[in-house]
């Protein structure tokens, strides 16, 4: 194999990557925020995700991560399916109530249900739900691909999004104006 002159020289991985620093790192990544959610024998079900992103349009996919110790993406698991919730700025209280445990993270949410009856939070930024597609084992959590079967319409789409970034919740701003 030839060896271009435009290569980079290779980059040397360290040894040990401290795990707090790994997570801060990360952290100046700004992501949206969503809770997954689902049924257990007609009760809803839903976690706090930050992990969440488009992978094919044809089929239509998205893809979640979620830690291989979670006590509740199992329960959604067994339906074969779940909705992605994608949060509004104002819905931080939302993230937060999603992503307790050992509460009713349910009271006081407003939802309804999608066709397939997964629960769908109001006044999210937007929402999509799922048939499970595929989960594939990666370190310590499982990346779950969805094929989406039903979404939100364009006239649900009129809030701003819960934004993620260096620990703290963000919203966007208005773009600068550019001067003409």
């Known amino acids: 194999m030839h060896e271009s002159a435009f290569a980079p020289a290779p980059i040397s991985a360290p040894t040990g990557i401290d795990a707090r620093l790994f997570r801060d790192t990360l952290g100046h990544y700004a992501s949206g925020i969503t809770v997954i959610s689902g049924l257990e024998a007609d009760e809803p079900v839903g976690f706090t995700c930050q992990s969440f992103y488009s992978v094919s349009i044809d089929p239509p996919l998205v893809s979640f991560s979620v830690m291989l110790t979670s006590t509740t993406y ?107």
């Not at 009271?107 to 999210?124: K, M, Q």
């Not at 006239?155 to 600068?176: I, M, N, Q, V």
């Open 74 to 180: 199992p329960r959604i698991k067994e339906s074969g399916r779940f909705a992605v919730n994608v949060l509004a700025h104002d819905q931080h209280h939302v993230s937060n109530q999603f992503a307790r445990k050992g509460t009713d993270k349910w009271a006081g949410i407003e939802w309804t249900p999608a066709a397939s009856g997964n629960p769908v939070i109001h006044d999210t930024l937007m929402w999509v739900d799922c048939e499970l597609w595929d989960e594939y084992v990666a370190g310590d959590h499982l990346i779950v691909i969805g094929k989406v079967v039903e979404m939100s319409a364009p006239e649900w789409h009129t809030r701003e999004p819960l934004l993620y970034f260096k620990g703290s919740y963000r919203h966007l701003r208005e773009p600068d104006q550019i001067a003409s």
